[in-house]
């Protein structure tokens, strides 16, 4: 089993990597944005819940992504591995899929952080707001996704880094020569 985290700000390229990465190993991509984006868009209970957070950039609470990534991990249980986009990002969500993980007997295998500087994530969103429509991405919500980035989200580079379980790879360029950077991280050690 191949499980793969995928880490790293809001406008990293974490979910067009993330395509090519299912697509090349054969794995299961799990995007809590996208699976949060399709609850809001059903307008479900957790959709409706959700979007509070979301439109202000702020994190849905853990216990409620916690257990919804369980139920999606359960339900590909036949899965060859999975990508992680967007999860783990806060300490409490690591810890707990490295308990889910490891009793299972699947643990994290790599995390591959991608490393893209502040003004350019600003501007790869921003264009990506007016291209999509979607709307967590207006200047005002993406500094917002960006500290909280910061404050919440990049403690676990150490956490995995302890673990002897973090790649990095710079994320600037084009999609091909990132994607075979982030295979060679892979591939290294798999
Ligand atoms: P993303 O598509 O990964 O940029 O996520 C969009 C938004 O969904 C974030 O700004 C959060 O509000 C919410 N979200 C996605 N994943 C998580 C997560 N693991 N924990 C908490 N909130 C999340």
Do not use: W
């Not at 295998?109 to 994530?121: G, N, T």
């Amino acid at each position: 089993m191949l499980n793969i985290i995928i880490f790293g700000p809001p406008g990293a390229g974490k979910g067009t990597q993330s395509e090519r990465i299912i697509e090349r190993y054969r794995l299961t991509h799990l995007s809590t944005g996208d699976i949060l984006r399709n609850e809001i868009k059903n307008e479900t209970k957790l959709g409706i819940l959700a979007k509070s957070y979301m439109d202000k950039g702020a994190l849905v609470p853990d216990a409620v992504v916690i257990d919804m990534l369980k139920n999606k991990i359960e339900e590909n249980r036949f899965s060859k591995g999975f990508v992680f986009d967007g999860f783990p990002r806060t300490l409490a969500q690591a810890k707990s899929l490295d308990e889910m993980l490891n009793k299972a007997e699947i643990p994290i295998s790599i995390v591959v952080s991608l490393d893209v500087k502040d003004d350019e994530l600003i501007n790869r969103l921003v264009k990506r707001g007016a291209e999509s429509g979607r709307s967590d991405d207006n200047e005002e919500v993406i500094v917002q996704r960006l500290n909280v980035y910061k404050q919440q989200t990049m403690p676990l580079i150490d956490y995995y880094k302890n673990q002897g379980k973090l790649g990095s790879v710079h994320g600037v360029g084009s999609i091909d020569e990132i994607f075979k950077k982030i295979c060679n991280v892979i591939d290294k050690d798999f």
